[in-house]
Nanobody
Framework: VQPVESGGGSVQPGASLRLSCIIS?????????MGWYRQAPGKQRELVAT???????NYADSVKGRFIIDRDNNKKTVSLQMNSLKPEDTAVYYC?????????????????????WGPGTQVTVSL
């Protein structure tokens, strides 16, 4: 199942953006845990937020209190509301799905064998 991300852009520090990801080619979206990742130039992919199939959420310390992950199972989408953006949030943002949150966590370092990655959406935060 290949995700398709959208909603990125170029904004000033302090602004907000809302990213969206759709995974339409599955009948099992509601069963998946979902994650948002980001990758800045020259850096490893980082998992920034997860949401389970029961809507439990978790965030990286760097975004806690500023980002909100949510899901709409009817639309097969997961969103990432990003508030109080900082220059260090600049990256390409990706989403992905897995049966287990542990798999999403491992995918940040091992690339998620068997997982399909979408094109991502660029977020640039600068003056």
């Amino acid at each position: 199942v290949q995700p398709v991300e959208s909603g990125g852009g170029s904004v000033q520090p302090g602004a907000s953006l809302r990213l969206s990801c759709i995974i339409s080619e599955t009948d099992f979206f509601s069963a998946f845990a979902m994650g948002w990742y980001r990758q800045a130039p020259g850096k490893q992919r980082e998992l920034v937020a997860t949401i389970t199939n029961t809507r439990d959420t978790n965030y990286a310390d760097s975004v806690k209190g500023r980002f909100i992950i949510d899901r709409d199972n009817n639309k097969k989408t997961v969103s990432l509301q990003m508030n109080s953006l900082k220059p260090e949030d600049t990256a390409v943002y990706y989403c992905n799905a897995a049966r287990l949150v542990a798999t999403l966590i491992r995918a940040a370092s091992d690339g998620g064998p068997g997982m399909y990655w979408g094109p991502g959406t660029q977020v640039t935060v600068s003056l």
